[in-house]
């Protein structure tokens, strides 16, 4: 069964990018887009992705809003951070929101698809253990 993805970002050219770049990946992903934080949380109610690609700087709310709010209503969902803001302070940010991984833009190809994997990985060996 495909995995739900919801890539969360403002910059359409960046949010075209990651979508295009999770097509060529030969993953067995459904994706949906979402253009602010609000849009975000409404996208991610309706479609209850596994996990959300997430920028940190939105028009309405801030990423971690609306990640707070994503988590707050679908507890099982990972969310990644991507940002250019790529600093340890912001990291321990992060660990403190509930947030599965934190990714530079800069190492998105480095990073992500090693990343998801290992989230999706992780699930799949929860799942099996506690049943």
């Known amino acids: 069964m495909a995995k739900k993805v919801l890539i969360v970002e403002d910059y359409k050219e960046f949010r075209v990018m990651v979508k295009n770049y999770l097509e060529t990946q030969n993953l067995d992903f459904q994706i949906s887009e979402a253009d602010s934080g609000e849009m975000g949380i409404l996208a991610a109610v309706k479609e209850k ?40 302070a912001f990291r321990s940010v992060f660990k403190s929101n509930h947030i599965s991984a934190y990714i530079g833009k800069s190492e998105l190809y480095d990073k992500l698809i090693p990343q998801m994997k290992a989230i999706l990985n992780n699930r799949e060996i929860e799942k099996e253990t506690h049943g």
């Open 49 to 88: 992705p596994d996990i959300v690609l997430m920028d940190i700087r939105l028009p309405d709310m801030n990423g971690l809003e609306a990640a707070s709010e994503i988590k707050k209503r679908i507890p099982e969902c990972e969310i990644i951070i991507l940002t250019m803001f790529e600093t340890e």
